[in-house]
């Protein structure tokens, strides 16, 4: 069994409990404008070819994104940091572009690491059947679950698919009884507004029990020099600026206020 990869990151310490390795999964069926990790949209590898100039002369680099390997290998590296995972309370988690793209490919490493005893997280943005879902749900340990907006309307707008099916995942792992942090990404220009930071309120209200943590996620410019250097198109509107943790703050307090655990960033 294989799959392809564009990032391992070891020793992560913000995407789940403890000392993780997080391994990023490529390809995504959503197109969000503010995404950080372009280059994990598109399920294929990419090659770039890059132009270096250095004391006068010109060099030329190739960059891929994307790397194929099987379960076998993405295990060895991933036991190689065992002993901060299991002293520390981490383990793996999966993420992307979006793990559940690569539904088979995912479900075998969730097996492989349940039946090592390596806690999982699955960072996902709940775009996938819901029998993905089913398949994996008793093998993650915690989910990440990214909720971006309640107006399909909108959600269509800014991530190029309804939102749907999204919130009947959520509710299905909810009603699971699976651990979940919800993750919204907070952007200017599509969310961040009294209307629809209420509706999200009353909606994770409704699932407050079941909620172990809210993460927001304040909209950065980053990875604007990713879009060049990969040659894609970013639709992020030039003049919004990135946020600071500081611009969260009252937000932060709403949900607070509600009993939720917060955090702003990672
Ligand atoms: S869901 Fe995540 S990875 Fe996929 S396009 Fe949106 S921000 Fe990027």
Known sequence: ???????????????????????????????????????GIRKCSVNIVKTVK????????????????????????IRQDRIFMDESGG???????????????????????????????????????????????????I???????????????????????????????????????IRIPVVPDFNFNSKDISAMLKLLNSYRESIDQINLLPYHTLAKNKYKRFGMKSSMNGSITGMKIKDLKDTKALFEERGFIVKVGG
């Open 143 to 181: 989910f990440l679950y990214d909720l971006k907006h309640l107006d399909p309307e909108k959600h269509l707008e800014g991530t190029g698919v309804s939102n749907d099916l999204i919130l009947n995942n959520l509710k299905f792992l909810i009603k699971n009884g699976k651990s979940i942090n």
């Open 54 to 77: 250095l004391d006068g002369k010109t060099f030329r680099q190739n960059e891929v994104a994307g790397k194929v390997v099987t379960v076998k290998e993405l295990m060895e590296i």
């Open 1 to 39: 069994m294989q799959g392809i990869i564009f990032d391992i990151k070891r020793f992560a310490v913000n995407d789940g409990p403890g000392i993780r390795t997080t391994v990023f999964f490529k390809g995504c069926p959503l197109e969000c404008y503010w995404c950080h990790n372009p280059e």
């Open 91 to 141: 383990g793996v988690t999966f993420s992307g572009g979006e793990p559940t793209f690569q539904a088979d490919f995912l479900l075998a490493l969730l097996k492989t690491c349940r039946n090592e005893g390596i806690h999982t997280v699955v960072d996902t943005n709940g775009y996938a059947p819901e029998k993905v879902f089913k398949n994996i749900m008793p093998y993650v340990n």
